[in-house]
């Protein structure tokens, strides 16, 4: 046995990063992409208001080119927003009225979540986007189509400065949210222990999520609220899916 066959006789399986993407969606149905702060977020919100979120890698001038080219909004970065732009703020897309101002599509660069939900969906892998709002909501929609067929989870996580994975406990937690959702046995033991922490987390997920190191800077930046509206358990119904290279709600 090979490590890329570890979690192959289990039914739900979960893994860190792009290179546990690929491990754990060998023949699965579904694979749920987790990144709390903020991808998974921010799609969801998004979703939420009506948009069509097409993820993209890079944080880049190519990101503008794509976006004019579909007609969509391109999201920047927190810190560059300017006069009519849209920015990765989960919180501010979701006070904003955005269908009202024109606009119904939205190119989402992210380097982790993204990047990731892309990577699946090049090797035809069905993705979800899973955040603390829509745990329950996605791990129901994909009870009602999974059957006995594998199920992936990924928890993104984050980059430290050298470009290695930083294993970000807020994705292990959403990931265990939506793996609480699933009903039947054959969890690996990596996917009871995401679904553990989560469990043991959730009475007090509030005030973690602010403590974590993610939540915490971004509470240095002055956004706070983007972790308010990330730690809202099973605020939102909607379920993006990625289709034809953009994320759309699965449930509409």
Request: proline share 4%; glycine share 12%.
């Amino acid at each position: 046995m090979t490590l890329a066959d570890g979690q192959g006789g289990y039914r739900v399986r979960f893994d860190w990063g792009p290179v546990g993407a690929d491990v754990v969606a060998s023949g699965a149905a579904f694979v749920a992409v987790v990144d709390v702060l903020s991808f998974t977020t921010t799609l969801t919100v998004a979703v939420e208001q009506g948009l069509s979120v097409l993820p993209y890698r890079w944080r880049d001038d190519s990101a503008v080119d794509v976006a004019r080219r579909h007609g969509a909004m391109l999201a920047v970065l927190r810190n560059q927003t300017g006069p009519g732009q849209i920015t990765l703020s989960p919180e501010s897309i979701l006070h904003a009225d955005l269908r009202a101002e024109g606009i119904d599509r939205l190119v989402l660069p992210s380097p982790n979540g993204s990047a990731i939900s892309v990577r699946l969906a090049d090797a035809g892998v069905t993705v979800i986007g899973v955040s603390l709002r829509n745990a329950a909501a996605a791990a129901a929609w994909v009870r009602e189509r999974a059957g006995d067929r594998p199920i992936g989870v990924v928890a993104s996580g984050e980059r430290w400065p050298d470009g290695s994975l930083r294993p970000a406990v807020e994705d292990l937690w959403g990931a265990g949210a939506f793996i609480d959702g699933l009903t039947g046995d054959g969890f690996s033991p990596e996917a009871e222990a995401a679904l553990w922490a989560y469990r043991g987390i959730s009475a007090g997920l509030s005030d973690a999520l602010r403590e974590s190191v993610s939540g915490r800077e971004l509470r240095a930046f002055g956004f706070s609220g983007d972790v308010a509206v990330a730690a809202a358990v099973g605020a939102s119904q909607v379920v993006p899916v990625l289709t034809d290279g953009w994320f759309v709600d699965g449930g509409s």
